[in-house]
């Protein structure tokens, strides 16, 4: 059974870093692109990064661009999205999603994890 637990979320004032693992277990990490998502009240949700398979095709949302990395462990069947000099607007949770192949978009994707909640705030 394939499942995707996301972990490393809580309260973090601004200007803070936060990092979020992504843990898959059930299928080989090697062959899936992992995408980040996140979802805020009231808004849709959004693809935030992806990182291919090989680990060298990545995406990242204008807004976070310069602030988030994303990184793969295949060996610890992990995935981490590093956040950096958080923002009020970067509160949501935050998902993270397999696929054959990167896409921004949710469709794609055919496994989820259950989320993380990301607070922002002073």
């Known amino acids: 059974q394939l499942q995707l637990v996301e972990s490393g979320g809580g309260l973090v004032q601004p200007g803070g870093s936060v990092r979020l693992s992504c843990v898959v277990s059930?299928?080989?990490?090697?062959?899936?692109?992992i995408g980040w998502f996140r979802q805020a009240p009231g808004k849709e949700r959004e693809g935030v990064s992806c990182?291919?398979?090989?680990?060298?095709?990545?995406y990242f949302v204008d807004s976070v661009k310069g602030r988030f990395t994303i990184s793969r462990d295949n060996a610890k069947n992990t995935v981490y999205l590093q956040m950096n000099s958080l923002k009020p607007e970067d509160t949501a949770v935050y998902y993270c999603?397999?696929?054959?192949?990167?896409?921004?978009?949710?469709?794609?994707?055919?496994?989820w994890g259950q989320g993380t909640q990301v607070t922002v705030s002073s």
């Open positions: 999603a397999a696929t054959r192949w990167c896409s921004r978009y949710v469709a794609p994707y055919d496994h």
């Open positions: 059930g299928f080989t990490l090697d062959y899936y692109a």
């Open positions: 990182i291919g398979s090989g680990g060298g095709a990545t």
